[in-house]
């Protein structure tokens, strides 16, 4: 029996299949065209599509544990659920699902609340899995560098009530623990919820004063107008994500994404390392590390 990685050609996806493989376990990669990305050695392919019920209980079949990560898309919800109806259906007993922090109380954001029914429904359904809750990637940084380095300015409106960002790679990481875990459990586990977060809490100032620190330069923070960030947005970009975007920096800026006492130390006995800091992220960015 093998282990399923839906989301696997994505960043989080990516970094979870080859860290399995590197592990030795049987792994089997979603997508839904063959030969589209190189996978490590030993990693298989599998053509399938979430919202295709057949293909799902095909790809499903022989599969023993299930990572799901759903991408940010408009029928995000409907993916995520009928793929674990199917998980269900099929036997599968562990399972490791990507959610996002604070999605209970980000309720007027659209992604963050369809993470919450599905979190609603493994609790409901008492499935046994592993709820993942990262924060702010710091990967979603590189979509803004080039702006950073040209013009001086930290464009993300992530205001000052304090963003534990983590790095990507810690998020696999922990991932690819619980899935080996639950994997190699002689039986299904209970059901656990993580918060994963990085070791620092940073601010749209705390942030720019890194990038100034590491590029020589001075770069500003570019403030809370969240109203212009969706503007930017929706010039590159569908309107619907782009509004999606403006109301969670809306919700960091009110409550930030911070987690509890404790989960630092948690997360670091985990994955056997210490978190990565963004300071380390930036300077890996801009090749000064």
Same mark, same amino acid.
């Given at each position: 029996m093998s282990i399923l990685v839906? @989301? !696997?050609t994505g960043t989080i996806g990516s970094l979870v299949t080859q860290g $399995?493989?590197? !592990? @030795?376990a049987e792994v089997k990669a979603l997508v839904r065209q063959a030969g589209k990305r190189e996978f490590a050695a030993g990693v298989s392919? #599998?053509?399938?599509? $979430?919202t295709?019920?057949?293909s799902m209980r095909q790809a499903l079949a022989s599969v023993r544990t299930l990572f799901l990560l759903n991408a940010v898309t408009p029928d995000e919800v409907t993916q995520a659920l009928i793929t674990l109806n199917l998980a *269900?259906?099929? @036997?599968?007993?562990r399972i490791v699902y990507l959610s996002v922090i604070h999605a209970d109380k980000f309720t007027n954001v659209p992604h963050f609340t369809g993470k919450y029914t599905v979190e609603r429904m493994i609790e409901s359904l008492d499935l046994p899995a592993t709820i993942l809750r990262p924060a702010y990637f710091m990967q979603n940084e590189l979509m803004v560098r080039q702006t950073i380095q040209d013009y001086g300015v930290y464009p993300m409106p992530i205001g000052s009530a304090g963003v534990a960002m983590i790095d990507a790679r810690d998020i696999a990481? #922990? !991932? #690819?623990?619980? $899935? $080996? *875990?639950?994997d190699r459990a002689p039986a299904a586990q209970e059901r656990v919820t993580l918060e994963l977060v990085g070791p620092q809490v940073l601010t749209g100032e705390s942030v720019a004063k890194i990038w100034s620190a590491v590029l020589g330069r001075e770069v500003v923070y570019g403030g809370d107008d969240v109203a212009a960030f969706e503007g930017q947005l929706a010039a590159?970009?569908?309107?619907w994500l782009a509004y999606d975007m403006r109301l969670m920096m809306a919700g960091i800026q009110r409550y930030g994404m911070q987690a509890g006492a404790g989960s630092v130390e948690r997360i670091e006995a985990l994955i056997g390392h210490p978190l990565r800091r963004y300071e380390?992220? #930036?300077r890996e960015v801009v090749g000064k590390n």
């Open positions: 839906i @989301g !696997a $399995l493989a590197n !592990a @030795g392919e #599998v053509v399938a599509d $979430l295709d019920v057949a *269900q259906e099929a @036997g599968i007993e990481d #922990v !991932a #690819v623990a619980q $899935l $080996l *875990q639950r590159y970009g569908p309107a380390d992220f #930036v």
